[in-house]
T-cell receptor, first 115, second 112 residues
Framework: DTEVTQTPKHLVMGMTNKKSLKCEQH?????MYWYKQKAKKPPELMFV???????INESVPSRFSPECPNSSLLNLHLHALQPEDSALYLC??????????????FGPGTRLTVL | GESVGLHLPTLSVQEGDNSIINCAYS??????FIWYKQESGKGPQFIID?????DKRQGQRVTVLLNKTVKHLSLQIAATQPGDSAVYFC???????????FGTGTRLLVSP
């Protein structure tokens, strides 16, 4: 299995709602990532988990709360979001330690709309 | 031709042409670079990578060139096909290969 899966594919939520995005991989990767991508822009790193521990937080607002329950799963909990948080949220995973094949494998993303 | 403006830079080519997509990276300390292809509605897909101790690497129909002196990366696609139409991002890594920083992206449009 060489795939990163993300659910849901689309999510519409109000500013007072609480929702969660889910990501799963079964490649044995020990690093997992959340990115945010606005239209016509490159992905921007939000969080990195390494061996199930948060290793990088790119100064993301606390209304985004990541969680890594085990080495295959990554969640992003959303609460009190703003309309400007509407974007494509991408999950990725990689082998720990980088090259020779340090590429990050990306999921298809969750398209989030905040009303 | 190539255009830059309020939208993504776009490269329009005919099927069968060779395409060259350019990228200027920002961090002289970056030592690993990746090209990703992103089709509409999908996540980025790995194309080819190169380490900073190399200046050229070839894959199937693709070649990446790295010029560290001017911090420039290019992706060459031979015999471009309509299926190559997508947005292409270069990415550089720092912080032990975990922090992947993407370039602005180039849209490639291939006409049959």
């Amino acid at each position: 299995d060489t795939e990163v899966t993300q659910t849901p594919k689309h999510l519409v939520m109000g500013m007072t709602n609480k929702k969660s995005l889910k990501c799963e991989q079964h490649m044995g990767h020990r690093a997992m990532y959340w990115y945010k991508q606005k239209a016509k822009k490159p992905p921007e790193l939000m969080f990195v988990y390494s061996y199930e521990k948060l290793s990088i937080n790119e100064s993301v607002p606390s209304r985004f709360s990541p969680e890594c329950p085990n080495s295959s799963l990554l969640n992003l909990h959303l609460h009190a979001l703003q309309p400007e948080d509407s974007a494509l949220y991408l999950c990725a995973s990689s082998q720990e330690g980088g090259p020779p094949r340090g590429e990050q494998f990306f999921g298809p993303g969750t398209r989030l709309t905040v009303l | 031709g190539e255009s830059v403006g309020l939208h993504l830079p776009t490269l329009s080519v005919q099927e069968g042409d060779n395409s060259i997509i350019n990228c200027a990276y920002s961090n002289s300390a970056s030592d690993y670079f990746i090209w990703y292809k992103q089709e509409s509605g999908k996540g980025p897909q790995f194309i080819i990578d190169i380490r900073s101790n190399m200046d050229k690497r070839q894959g199937q129909r693709v070649t990446v060139l790295l010029n560290k002196t001017v911090k420039h990366l290019s992706l060459q696609i031979a015999a471009t096909q309509p299926g190559d139409s997508a947005v292409y991002f270069c990415a550089e890594t720092t912080k032990g290969f975990q922090k992947l920083v993407f370039g602005t992206g180039t849209r490639l449009l291939v006409s049959p």
